[in-house]
């Protein structure tokens, strides 16, 4: 099934399988959250309109998610549109808005076949009612499945989930559920849209921006940051791998001072 896929897409299979088996010998990011940046510009470069970047963009999932899938990645959380990108041109808005139905509506079937879980988190209210209904009947029809988790973060933004999950956890305490003192973090982390992911374990943002744009506040406290000058259209198997082997060769402490040289 992998190799139909590989060969379908001219990918030298060889080197990336190589590739591949080595990085599993090692310790592979249970979730990798991606901010997919850099598709105007990809456009813009080739005199197109920002459109075909997006639409270029969509390539570049479906590489990932096979590339992510194939490394026994647990979940990967795109962002695919912030609460913020509500301010882009309106024809820009509504043609992001159809993307979901676009991509899913002929990817679905191979998702499938690779045992995806499609997912989303994002507010619900606002966003169009043929978008929710590409995503719904995605994650419908691939609820089962228990490979990757391709988690689509759609009207998403990171402080907006922190209020929200604040106000539950004001309101729990208000109802008597449990009291003030109760309040940790595994009992907020609840709250959030991501409470049945790990933490992502690694942060991939394309195109050399260097921030957060509000994405994953909280998940991302202990998450390795990797940035590239890569514009998302062009991003390939070969350079999430890379990604990968920057991420092994980091070294994780969570705080502590495991692996420093003690002093
Ligand atoms: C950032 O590039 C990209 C986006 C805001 C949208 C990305 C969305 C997709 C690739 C498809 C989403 C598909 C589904 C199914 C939800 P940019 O426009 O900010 O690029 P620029 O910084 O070069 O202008």
Known sequence: MIDKWFRKNKVDRSSIDDRVNEL???????????????????????????????????????????????????????????????????????????LPKELLHTYLPELIEQN?????????????????????????????????????????????????????????????????DAIDESLFERELMTTHLPDPDLLIRTSGEVRLSNFLLWQLAYAEFIFTDVLWPDFTEAHFLDAVEEFQRRDRRFGSVEGKAHI
């Open 116 to 180: 995806v879980r499609v997912e989303m988190i994002g507010h619900r209210e606002g966003l169009p009612a043929h978008t929710l209904e590409s995503i719904d009947y995605a994650i419908e029809q691939t609820k089962q499945n228990d490979g990757l988790i391709l988690n689509f973060a759609m009207n998403y933004g990171g402080r907006a989930e922190l209020l929200e999950a604040t106000k539950a956890v004001a309101k729990k305490v208000a109802a008597g559920d449990y009291s003030v």
């Open 24 to 98: 599993k010998k090692r310790g592979v990011p249970a979730h990798v959250a991606i901010i997919m940046d850099g598709n105007g510009r990809w456009a813009k470069r080739r005199a197109l309109p920002r459109v075909a970047g997006h639409r270029e963009g969509m390539n570049t999932i479906k590489r990932t998610t096979k590339i992510a899938s194939a490394l026994g990645v647990e979940a990967i959380t795109l962002y695919a549109f912030s609460t913020e990108n509500w301010k882009r041109p309106r024809k820009e808005v509504e043609f992001l808005m159809k």
